[in-house]
């Protein structure tokens, strides 16, 4: 019976690990098989600890003079991830609850509404913290695409349609998709299970204590 309720525990403990992604950003080309290493223009890290945590995300935009300018650029989780054709096959952005766009602190956003990074000497380096998008779940964001858009997101506060979709972001810089890059994800990891995992862990010890 001990045996039991270690291997119960040890099996809740295991759905609720870190789990991390990666996507790799490339320059856009709407052309179909042009996309090559040379086109690599940033890497963008997740980071979860568990269901309940905030995403961390460490995003790096190297050093472009000719391609990236200096100023503030709308950052956002799209769709689809897919970057074959050019960075517009990623459609729009990830909006699962199909709410109106907002900024990443707003009461109403979509899921992958990240907001603004601030670009200068053409490059950028920075983490944003996100408490809505998720590497777990029902809608979690792996397998969507990553966008850098041209101009600034006006966090849907530009009082026109564009806004409320797009935020006037403008066209798409750099994209990505995002991947696995930790073990964890195939492992008791729905939340489903970690509960269960955790009532049976629990009826157990009182059942056994009584």
Known sequence: MKLLITVLALCTCRA?????????L????EQKGQTTSLDLVGIV???????AAKLMVNINVFTDAEYFADGLHGFHIHQ???VY?????TLGHYNPLDVLHGGPDSAVRHTGDFGNIEIKNHAFTGEHTDSQASLYGQYSIIGRGV?????????????DLGSQKTGNAGSRLACGVIGISSEGYD?????????????LTTTLLRFLFQ
């Open 85 to 89: 054709g050019g960075c517009t096959q």
């Open 45 to 51: 890290q997740f980071t979860q600890a568990g269901p």
């Open 187 to 199: 492992n008791a990891s729905s939340s489903v299970v970690s509960s269960l995992g955790l009532l």
């Open 80 to 82: 689809m991830g897919n």
């Open 147 to 159: 966008v850098l858009h041209e101009t600034q997101d006006d966090l849907g506060k530009g009082g």
């Open 26 to 29: 490339y320059k856009n080309s």
């Open 16 to 24: 609720a690990e870190e789990r991390t992604a990666m996507a790799v």
